[in-house]
């Protein structure tokens, strides 16, 4: 079983569409984080997350501690925030990230 | 703004040889890990360094494997002798604390 969930895998929209990628994970975290993976192979840590609600600019994230489940949020979306979006999960027991396999996202003009 | 850096950005070699794959971490930062990624698939962890020794390493991260912090600027990973399984993106990256600041990455071909 995979530790950390993503869903959906893929997402294609239209540019300005509010976008909405989903994480739940099954082991106890100290914190969460969302990352950009450009197509070049780049990542980019967007958020650190241990409570509560982030944001920055058009990205919001969010966790639900209780529930075990994080939610990154992209308003107004553009074509440039095409990228793939890694949730991972810091383990309450060590240093490790654990990583979800990604979303794709492909946002249209 | 400070930056990880990695070299070289392509390294292709063949299998069985040794190949060091380098990083130089932000100044300050105190923890350093390296990742790797298959195409196709997840960030994998191997290893966390800190304090000048090994903190945590995956199963991934066998007797093939070592790092080293050799002159306190640089942050290496060598694969003794490696195999066509090997090929993948490695990255680097530091933290002071909890938010890891990532590398663009090394991709290894074993040929």
């Known amino acids: 079983k995979n530790e950390v969930e993503q869903s959906p895998q893929n997402l294609t929209a239209q540019e300005g569409e509010f976008i909405t990628i989903n994480c739940s994970y099954s082991?106890?975290?100290?914190?969460l984080h969302w990352l950009q993976q450009h197509p070049g192979g780049g990542i980019v840590s967007l958020f650190m997350?241990?409570?509560?609600?982030k944001k920055h600019g058009r990205l919001i994230a969010t966790i639900n501690i209780q529930e075990k489940h994080s939610s990154l949020h992209i308003t107004a979306s553009h074509p440039r925030d095409s990228a793939v979006y890694i949730c991972a999960v810091r383990a309450d027991s060590n240093y490790q990230l654990i990583w979800g396999a990604g979303t794709k996202l492909i946002i249209k003009p | 703004e400070p930056e990880v850096t990695q070299t070289p950005s392509h390294q292709v070699t063949q299998m069985g040889q040794e190949v060091i794959l380098r990083c130089v971490p932000i100044s300050n930062h105190l923890y350093f890990y390296w990742y790797r990624q298959i195409l196709g698939q997840k960030v994998e962890f191997l290893v966390s360094?800190?304090?000048?020794?090994?903190?945590?390493k995956s199963e991934i991260f066998d007797d093939q494997f070592s790092v080293e912090r050799p002159d306190g600027s640089n942050f290496t990973l060598k694969i003794r002798s490696t195999k066509l399984e090997d090929s993948a993106m490695y990255f680097c990256?530091?933290?002071?604390?909890?938010?890891?600041?990532f590398g663009p990455g090394t991709r290894l071909t074993v040929l």
């Open positions: 082991v106890g975290i100290s914190a």
């Open positions: 360094f800190y304090n000048n020794e090994i903190s945590e």
């Open positions: 997350l241990s409570s509560g609600k």
């Open positions: 990256a530091s933290s002071v604390l909890a938010t890891q600041y």
